[in-house]
């Protein structure tokens, strides 16, 4: 995969995220998906650090944009 390639799809996942509000989900239907939803967030927590360890382990920092 291509460094544009892969920056576009991690883009486009934070964009998904964005969409996602589970405030607007029932407490019946937040309890039905918990075990699904707590395995996609572990999921995603892990492959994160994954990724950050290794632009780290390059001798790099992760920054936060400063705001605009």
Known sequence: ???NEA???LDAAVSALRDVDVSAW???ALRDQ???LSTVLCALDAALARVADSVRARGLRIEEPASV
């Open 34 to 36: 918990l075990g699904e």
């Open 1 to 3: 995969m291509s460094t």
């Open 7 to 9: 920056i576009a799809r």
């Open 26 to 28: 029932s407490e019946d």
